[in-house]
């Protein structure tokens, strides 16, 4: 079992629906963090989080440390944020390295 | 401000050949690391790096080498290039100490090892 896991593997939603994409993690951590890499594109980091909630124009993270998870919300979705959503966390462990989950895949459609 | 720049985009090598990945990042920080990922699948770590002089094997080093002579650059060495090592490569670094700060990217090399 990975130490990260992100639910859904894949994701097709309406243009204008409401998206949630999950992150389950298995390790006490120093922050988690989501980013979004579009198809044969870079990564672009969204969040980071080790408490609460963040909002970014459409986008809302959450983050619930005693349930160890995380959740990333989109309102409103458009085709443009069609792209593969990525979960990763830093170890309290070992705060050098990151863990990463394999990543949502969405696309949205007009 | 530049950010992550990775050099070069695109490169193909025929079996054996050598080549260096280069990354500059004019951010001024500490946690420098290299990734490599392949069709379908997360990010794996090679080499990183928490500061000039001072780096480390992540989960798949074997086939690459690096040094971090200055805080700016952290080169990645290929050595005898194989079909294996045909992927997409990024370099990535970090604002804060350890894994606690905002992650840059450089825009990704893809590498073809025929």
């Known amino acids: 079992k990975n130490e990260v896991e992100q639910s859904p593997q894949n994701l097709t939603a309406q243009e204008g629906e409401f998206i949630t994409i999950n992150c389950s993690y298995s390790?006490?951590?120093?922050?988690l963090h989501w980013l979004q890499q579009h198809p044969g594109g870079g990564i672009v980091s969204l969040f980071m989080?080790?408490?609460?909630?963040k909002k970014h124009g459409r986008l809302i993270a959450t983050i619930n440390i005693q349930e160890k998870h995380s959740s990333l919300h989109i309102t409103a979705s458009h085709p443009r944020d069609s792209a593969v959503y990525i979960c990763?966390?830093?170890?309290?462990?070992?705060?050098?390295?990151?863990?990463w989950g394999l990543g949502t895949s969405l696309a949205v459609n007009p | 401000n530049a950010g992550v720049t990775q050099t070069p985009k695109f490169r193909i090598l025929k079996i054996g050949q050598s080549m260096t990945l280069q990354c500059t990042q004019d951010?001024?920080?500490?946690?420098m690391y290299w990734y490599r990922q392949d069709p379908g699948m997360g990010l794996k770590l090679i080499y990183y790096?928490?500061?000039?002089?001072?780096?480390d094997k992540g989960e798949v080093p074997n086939g690459y080498n690096v040094s971090r002579s200055t805080t700016e650059d952290f080169p990645l060495r290929l050595e005898l290039a194989a079909p294996s090592q045909t992927s997409v490569y990024f370099c990535?670094?970090?604002?804060?100490?350890?894994?606690?700060?905002?992650?840059?990217f450089g825009e990704g090399s893809r590498l073809t090892v025929l």
């Open positions: 990535a670094t970090c604002s804060g100490l350890g894994t606690a700060g905002e992650l840059f």
């Open positions: 951010m001024n920080h500490n946690y």
């Open positions: 790096s928490v500061g000039a002089g001072i780096t």
């Open positions: 390790v006490g951590i120093s922050a």
């Open positions: 989080l080790s408490s609460g909630k």
């Open positions: 990763a966390v830093g170890n309290a462990g070992n705060n050098r390295k990151l863990i």
